[in-house]
Structure formats: structure tokens, C-alpha cells
């Protein structure tokens, strides 16, 4: 299993030798007198209270928080509490701010105050607006923009900023409400995948080659499906695996688990992918068509490498890796498995999948610095991005010994989050094509067993344990290639 990267282990190793500097020039009257609890290093937040990291968040009349830490915060926050209530406390925190100003010789300034608590609550909006989703967050939302418009009666600018951010946000609501209910619409036909496909079927029925038999071409409609896919996850859909495996460890719930749907739904399209390329593999009765069909997909892989389509390319690989195929040993005989062995060596587990990282940060740097779209995609492969996010979060600690929040750690998923939120925002430049991505998503695939039948029957079992699944196997399937297989 892939683990977070040595240089990110010597970046966030629990310390508080850093030195602490309350002022940084930034915060200037803050309640409470918080940032006397925030650790810096270098002139970086590494460390600190919950209270202090909370107060560091609000703006003051001299202050107003990097935007970077802005999301760092309001995207790790929910670790330690619902968004709902940290939107409580920055009110609270808003309210004391506004007294001292009220009560002393800075009431003029009351206004560029109230401006930039507008600020800070558009960019929350923009960035987390599921977080008001929450009936509680709404109503704190409210009661915080109640406030601030009492300071601008006058010109009602502030007014009319708040205004534009709850249209905003109340359309991004409901394009996520609409889109839930489209996936929930859809998701019995993601089990129900059409006609029952026979294992060895008629020669007239249609495979995959009989759709598109242009490598490049199907690697880029994948790249499509890929990025649509991919599109409906955000910051804290990711977030959420780090604070459901902190409830699971404190034996509690918290969280709304249904977010982690466009996750799981990504990660099984990974699958299907895979289990399609057995499919189309098992089901070619003829030993030359399936020498086609390997090399076909070895070159649709190749091709989705080249594109930045690293997961499209580990689903393919798993594919054809999986033991329905990889025991057809007459079959890889005739196939040329250099390509193949290329792709397997970009893919290789070892080193914590090293050959893969440099690749990866090839396409990212290339990404960086592109000149059209096409050298903009960047997909990685999405279960070892979120082993590594998994990684990072078991291995370094929520609280430092001195119980400040080990905010070092939150920086490195955070950036490694909006990384990968950059990659799924590109607009695919390729021209889609409905028929080749209706048969991507729709053919039927075979069950694991369905694999194995149809791969027995292609080529008979060689050795005991072989013989030992196929006689275990045949009686489930007694009408052999006439019988419908169980669905995935």
C-alpha cells in the first residue's frame, strides 16, 4: 500500500521548536489575546490552540488572513468540529471585535471591519458551499450578515455584497441538489447494465473493437468520462475520509457519511473499468481475436499515460492483471508484451510506487507550464491519492504534546487536496463521442465467477487448484456458454 513520501515525513515530524511570535505583524487586537498560542517557524504556521487558530481566521480592521490559510483552516477544521459550529464562533469572535470598536476611538473603521467579514464568509461560500447546506449554518450565516449590515445603513454596499454572495451560494445548493438527485436517479441502472451478455456470445454481437478501434481515440473518451467523473468530488468530500477515520477511532459518528458517495462512486468506476477489459478479453472466443484485444488495450493504455490519464491506465492494467486473464497463457504467448511490460514498470508497487511519483510529477510540472488544455490533464491514480492522504493523517498526530493542533500536517493535505481540486477543474479538449461512452458505461460486465468460467472455457485448467475452481465453478453454470452470468 502506497505511504506518504519521505520528503513529506520530514516535513511534518511533530516539533514545537518553533518559536513563538504573537504579533507577525499581522493580527492586531484580537479577543482574547489568542495569538499568543500560534507557533511559527520560519514565518509559517506550524502549530496551535484550536481558539487561536480560530481567531487567527477572522479579519481585523488591520488584519486579514492569508487566503491559503483561509482554506487550510476552514477545510481541516472540520476534523475537530461541524462546520456549523465553527461558523458559531467566528460570530462570536465577530461580535467582541465589533464591541472593542464600538467602545473605543476606532468606531470609524467599523465599516472596513464589517467589508472584510463579507470577505471572509464569500470565500468560505465559494469554497465549502455545501457547508451551508447545514440548516444550523444557515442560520448562523444569517445572523453574521445581520450584524455587519447594521454598520453600512448608509450607502449599503456591505448590504449589497451579501446580497450577491447568498445568490451565489444558494445557486451552488441547488446545482449540488439537482446533481445528487440526477446520480440517485441513475444508480440502479449502474447495477441494471442492459442485455445479459451470454460468455461466449454470438459472433454478430458487438465487442468493444466493434465500437471504436482507435487506441487513441477510446484513451480519450476515458479521459472524458474521467474528468466528469472526477468533477463532482470536492475539498470536503476528500476531508471527510480524515474525520470519519477520527470517528471510527473515538467510537462516534460525525460527519453526513452520504458526501462520501461521489468517492465511492468514482472508485467503482476504477473498477468497472477493470472488470470491462477482463470482460472484452474472456468473452473473444478465438485465441487470435483475443491477441487483438490485449494489444488493443495495451496501446489504449499507453495512450492514456501520454494523455495524463493515470487512472484510466492503472484500471486497464488491473484488467488485464487479473487472474481470469493473466492465466490465458496461450494468448500472452502471441501477444508482444513490450509495451506492456512498460506500462507494468511505470506501475510498479515498489518503492512506494516510485516509478509512478516521477511520472506523475512529470505531468504535473508539464501541466504547470502548458501552453494548450491537452497538456494541462493531470488524472492520478485516485486510490493511491487517497492512500496517501489516508497515510499522512495515521502517521503524523492531530495534537502535539503541549495539545496544540499539529497545524504542519493539515498544511501538507491541504496542499496535496487543492492539487488535485486544480487537476479535476480542467476542461477536457477532446470532442466527445456519445456512442463510444454509452458503450463504455453501459456494456455488461462479467462476475469474478463469470470470469473464470469463460476463461476456462477458453483455455482448460492447467494445474490442481484449477481443476479444483472449474469443478466448483461448472455446476453453478451446468449450460456452460448457454447460461446468463450474474452481474457485477
Not at 468520462?225 to 470536503?236: F, M
Not at 492483471?321 to 502471441?334: D, E, G, I, M, Q
Not at 462476475?447 to 469443478?471: C, Q, R, T, V, Y
Request: hydrophobic share 40%; with cysteine; glycine share 6%.
Amino acid at each position: 500500500m502506497p505511504q506518504t513520501s519521505v520528503v513529506f515525513s520530514s516535513i511534518l515530524v511533530p516539533s514545537c521548536s518553533g518559536q513563538v511570535q504573537p504579533g507577525m505583524g499581522e493580527r492586531g487586537g484580537g479577543a482574547g489575546g489568542g495569538s499568543g498560542d500560534l507557533i511559527f517557524q520560519d514565518g509559517r504556521l506550524i502549530s496551535g490552540s484550536l481558539e487561536a487558530l480560530m481567531e487567527h481566521l477572522v479579519p481585523t480592521v488591520d488584519y486579514y488572513p492569508d487566503r491559503t490559510y483561509i482554506f487550510t483552516f476552514l477545510l481541516s477544521s472540520r476534523v475537530f468540529m461541524p462546520p456549523h459550529d465553527l461558523l458559531a464562533r467566528v460570530g462570536q469572535i465577530c461580535v467582541e471585535q465589533r464591541q472593542q470598536l464600538e467602545a473605543g476611538p476606532e468606531k470609524a473603521k467599523l465599516k472596513s471591519f464589517s467589508a472584510k467579514i463579507v470577505q471572509l464568509l464569500k470565500e468560505w461560500t465559494e469554497a465549502f458551499p455545501y457547508d451551508f447546506q447545514d440548516e444550523k449554518a444557515m442560520a448562523e450565516l444569517k445572523a453574521i450578515t445581520h450584524r455587519v449590515t447594521q454598520c453600512d445603513e448608509e450607502n449599503g454596499t456591505v448590504k449589497k455584497a451579501i446580497a450577491q454572495m447568498t445568490q451565489s451560494l444558494l445557486l451552488s445548493l441547488a446545482a449540488r441538489s439537482q446533481l445528487q438527485e440526477l446520480r440517485e436517479k441513475l444508480r440502479p441502472s449502474a447495477v441494471d447494465k442492459g442485455p445479459i451478455l451470454k460468455t461466449k456470445p454470438p459472433a454478430a454481437q458487438k465487442d468493444i473493437l466493434g465500437v471504436c478501434c482507435d487506441p487513441l481515440v477510446l484513451a480519450q473518451q476515458l479521459t472524458h468520462i474521467e474528468l466528469d467523473r472526477v468533477s463532482s468530488i470536492h475539498p470536503e468530500d476528500l476531508m471527510q475520509i480524515v474525520s470519519h477515520m477520527d470517528s471510527l477511532d473515538n467510537h462516534r459518528c460525525r460527519g453526513d457519511l452520504t458526501k462520501t458517495y461521489s468517492l465511492e462512486a468514482y472508485d467503482n468506476w476504477f473498477n468497472c473499468l477493470s472488470m470491462l477489459v477482463a470482460t472484452e478479453v474472456c468473452r473473444v472466443v478465438k485465441k487470435k481475436h483475443r491477441t487483438r484485444m490485449l494489444e488493443f488495450f495495451i496501446d489504449v493504455a499507453r495512450e492514456c499515460f501520454n494523455i495524463g490519464n493515470f487512472n484510466s491506465m492503472m484500471a486497464i492494467i488491473s484488467g488485464m492483471n487479473l487472474s481470469p486473464v493473466a492465466r490465458l497463457k496461450k494468448t500472452w504467448s502471441k501477444v508482444k508484451t513490450a509495451k506492456f511490460d512498460v506500462l507494468e514498470h511505470h506501475m510498479d508497487p515498489s518503492s512506494n510506487f516510485c516509478n509512478y511519483r516521477t511520472a506523475l510529477q512529470g505531468a504535473t510540472q508539464r501541466s504547470q507550464m502548458a501552453n494548450s488544455s491537452r497538456e494541462k490533464i493531470v488524472i492520478p491514480v485516485f486510490n493511491l491519492f487517497v492512500k496517501d492522504i489516508y497515510f499522512l493523517h495515521k502517521i503524523h498526530t492531530n495534537h502535539l504534546p503541549n495539545g496544540h493542533i499539529n497545524f504542519k500536517k493539515f498544511w501538507e493535505i491541504s496542499r496535496q487536496i487543492h492539487e488535485f481540486m486544480t487537476w479535476t477543474q480542467v476542461e477536457c479538449p477532446f470532442e466527445k463521442d456519445k456512442k463510444i461512452q454509452s458503450y463504455l458505461l453501459t456494456a455488461p460486465i462479467y462476475s469474478e465467477e463469470a470470469l473464470f468460467i469463460a476463461s476456462f472455457e477458453s483455455e482448460g485448467p492447467e494445474n490442481h487448484m484449477e481443476k479444483d475452481s472449474w469443478k466448483t465453478l461448472r455446476p453453478a453454470f451446468p449450460g456452460g456458454s448457454e447460461r446468463p452470468h450474474s452481474w457485477l
